[in-house]
């Protein structure tokens, strides 16, 4: 059936900029930022939301805005990062997987499974594409990492992590692992500190690039790391030509959709205004880049008159596709189904025992 376009409805290429919004609905000054020629899709945050039935609107909205429509991106890991609370199902930190697989590994890879099956259909049900997931940093004293990482030891990352792409897979979601080539390793939070690796590029190769590496065929996109690798490279991993261009689709020959993290962080400020981080981050191979607060959205897009770059390819790839819609799951809900629900108490029980 041919998809018949609103009158307010602009037909045009997706640019390569994930936006931040202010409020939990769309006004003009939204739309219109919306439809800037440079902007792919959006990236909701806990301000963003209300409530189920809010988000639902809100995504709709965002929607109908252009043709091909933006694309929607949130972080729903699960424990201290998890945008949408109220009426989803509270997912446990990765890390507890991980302390799971250390006493019973057949138990933790099918919690592993649920964790990614459950997050990716219920946040799909609400027209949400994709889930930044799964983290496959190895926790090594990072203070932002953390439980964030599904183990200490960078095998059962792998392992467990590969469960919940398949998860997620089979809910119609595509992954995302983050946040290459790893982040766990150091100590700084890149959101507030500038942070540096030290080590040599066949440490790093022997610890934290082993599950990007592993999963890297199974991978839809990947998360770029703000951290200077400096026996590697003096710039951040997301300018880097060397790792993203030479190491990533040379090396690994990876082939999927590259996003950096975002802009806006302290340890993406390095290489000067908004306007030139985006620039350098696509220059270096990145596909798609964030820019989550609202204030530098529109510093950003005042500095850009025009397209810079036509990114509808990409993004076409990262739709989502879910197996159940919204009516589907309240009925799942509401029948009680026993499958899906015990995942659903599974999920939420392992969390609120600590492991």
């Known amino acids: 059936m041919k998809r018949v376009l609103s009158e307010t409805q602009v037909i045009c290429s997706l640019g390569p900029i994930l936006i931040g919004l202010p409020g939990t609905e769309l006004d003009e000054p939204d739309r219109k930022l919306l439809c800037h020629p440079a902007v792919g899709g959006v990236?909701?945050?806990?301000?963003?939301?209300?409530?189920?039935?809010?988000?639902?609107?809100?995504?709709?909205?965002?929607?109908?805005?252009?043709?091909?429509?933006?694309?929607?991106?949130?972080?729903?890991?699960?424990?201290?990062?998890?945008?949408?609370?109220?009426?989803?199902?509270?997912?446990?930190?990765?890390?507890?997987?991980?302390?799971?697989?250390?006493?019973?590994?057949?138990?933790?890879?099918?919690?592993?499974?649920?964790?990614?099956?459950?997050m990716a259909t219920e946040i799909l049900a609400c027209g949400i594409d994709l889930s930044f997931a799964p983290v496959l940093d190895i926790d090594c004293g990072s203070r932002v990492i953390g439980d964030r990482a599904l183990s200490t030891n960078p095998a059962t990352v792998t392992i467990l992590g590969r469960a919940c792409l398949a998860g997620m897979h089979d809910a119609g979601m595509k992954t995302t692992g983050?946040?290459?080539?790893?982040?766990?390793?150091?100590?700084?939070?890149?959101?507030?500190?500038?942070?540096?690796?030290?080590?040599?590029?066949?440490?790093?190769?022997?610890s934290d690039l082993l599950p990007f590496r592993d999963l890297a065929g199974e991978l839809d996109a990947l998360m770029i790391a703000h951290v200077v690798y400096s026996r590697v490279d003096n710039l951040p991993a997301g300018y880097s030509r060397i790792w993203l261009r030479d190491y990533l689709r040379g090396t690994m020959a990876y082939q999927g959709v590259i996003f950096s993290d975002d802009l806006g962080m302290h340890a993406a400020q390095t290489v000067g205004s908004l306007e030139v981080r985006t620039r350098w981050c696509l220059e270096a191979g990145c596909d798609l880049v964030l820019v989550c607060q609202p204030e530098d959205v529109n510093v950003l897009l005042a500095a850009i008159d025009g397209p810079i770059g036509d990114t509808s390819g990409p993004i076409s790839k990262l739709y989502g596709k879910p197996t159940l819609d919204r009516e589907e799951l309240a009925i799942v809900k509401q029948a009680g189904i026993r499958e899906f629900h015990q995942w659903q108490s599974s999920l939420e029980k392992l969390g609120s025992s600590g492991g």
């Not at 039935?53 to 805005?65: D, K, M, N, P």
């Not at 019973?104 to 990614?116: I, N, Q, S, T």
């Not at 500190?193 to 190769?205: G, N, Y």
């Open 178 to 206: 983050k946040h290459f080539p790893g982040h766990g390793s150091v100590i700084a939070d890149s959101h507030v500190d500038d942070v540096t690796d030290t080590r040599s590029l066949e440490d790093i190769e022997k």
């Open 43 to 118: 990236v909701p945050f806990t301000r963003n939301f209300s409530s189920r039935g809010q988000l639902e609107l809100l995504v709709r909205a965002i929607h109908s805005v252009r043709n091909p429509r933006p694309l929607v991106c949130i972080d729903q890991e699960g424990g201290r990062v998890q945008r949408l609370k109220d009426g989803f199902t509270q997912l446990p930190p990765p890390g507890l997987l991980g302390r799971l697989h250390d006493a019973d590994p057949v138990k933790a890879l099918d919690m592993a499974y649920r964790h990614g099956r459950v």
